[in-house]
């Protein structure tokens, strides 16, 4: 058979559309219906060949499932295991272990420690001022201890420590300093009656108890400025009640006494003798000795408060 003849135009070639794009091949062992399967089985044939990863997503999508699945399983019986099991409840033993804990890691202040804190915003430091032999300087001529029992700056101190003093000088517990005036004096007693003449904002009043029910062997703490130096204090216990003191110069005779124990020196005067609950039962106004030494030998004595506080007006207990 004579094959056509093949020849050139000598026209322009129109524009022709570009060709369609042949579409890939299918795979060589792609599954390819036979002209005469069935429709339903060339359709199949054909959905299998345009999603060849079709099984493997779905395999992927079940088991992201199940393990959600699992873990939303895991939650619900670990909700259900909490809501099944109460709270232990704490017993007196739990806190008696507790508290035992907290004794052996911290320790507590003593008892002594406890009285001296708490007398101790109310504790001054009194300094009688007079002048000199020359009477151009002043000096110092008496150095004591004064408690304040009324909050307004009323203050109780011995006698002796102010007694003809040109000025009297008070340094309170924050270290405010100011003068004082002599307002009541019971010299049967020892005792004087000052009025600061400027105070703290917050100053505390001393709590004052009654000696009535005071035995011999009970604790007491003695707080003052011995020999100016302070605040200082002693512990020690009541050695004897409703003794008598007369001074090594005869100027002295005291009767109705506390005696103690706790050291006291020059400059304990007018200080507060306390119980370790931080009440005032007296004030501390005589040291016996002996010597000329005038130090400390072991027997102290304090007018019972209730003198104390009638030096004041204050009613008695």
């Known amino acids: 058979m004579p094959r056509p003849a093949l020849y050139s135009s000598s026209r322009p070639a129109r524009s022709r559309a570009p060709a369609p794009v042949a579409a890939p091949a299918a795979p060589a ?44 399983a895991l939650l619900v019986a670990s909700a259900w295991h ?34 001296v804190e708490s007398i101790a915003p109310s504790i001054v430091r009194v300094v009688g001022y007079g002048r000199s032999k020359n009477g151009k300087e002043e000096v110092e001529r008496g150095i004591g201890t004064g408690v304040v029992i009324v909050d307004k700056g009323v203050i109780l101190t011995n006698l002796h420590v102010v007694a003809g003093a040109d000025r009297i000088g008070i340094t309170f517990h924050d270290g405010l300093e100011t003068t004082a005036s002599i307002t009541g004096a019971q010299p049967e007693n020892d005792l004087a009656v000052l009025q600061a003449h400027k105070v703290p904002d917050d100053l505390e009043a001393a709590t004052l108890r ?108």
């Open 29 to 72: 062992n792609a599954a390819q219906p036979s002209a005469d399967a069935p429709p339903a089985l060339q359709d199949a044939a054909r959905n299998q060949a345009a999603a060849p990863h079709a099984p493997a997503v779905r395999r992927q999508l079940w088991a992201l499932w199940t393990i959600v699945v699992l873990l939303v």
């Open 82 to 115: 909490s809501s099944r099991s109460p709270a232990r409840k704490i017993t007196q033993d739990d806190i008696d272990a507790a508290v035992l804990r907290t004794l052996e890691a911290t320790t507590p202040p003593s008892a002594a420690a406890r009285a």
């Open 210 to 317: 009654s000696t009535q029910n005071l035995r011999p062997g009970d604790h007491v703490v003695a707080v003052g400025f011995p020999f100016g130096i302070g605040p200082s204090a002693s512990a020690g216990v009541v050695s004897g009640l409703q003794r008598e003191f007369a001074s090594p110069e005869g100027k002295r005779q005291l009767s109705n006494l506390i005696q103690f124990d706790a050291a006291a020196n020059p400059g304990n005067s007018g200080g507060p003798l306390v119980t370790l609950d931080g009440e005032v039962v007296g004030i501390v106004t005589a040291i016996l000795n002996p010597t000329p030494a005038r130090t400390f030998i072991g027997i102290g004595f304090a007018v019972p408060i209730e003198n104390a506080a009638s030096a004041v007006g204050m009613p008695p207990f």
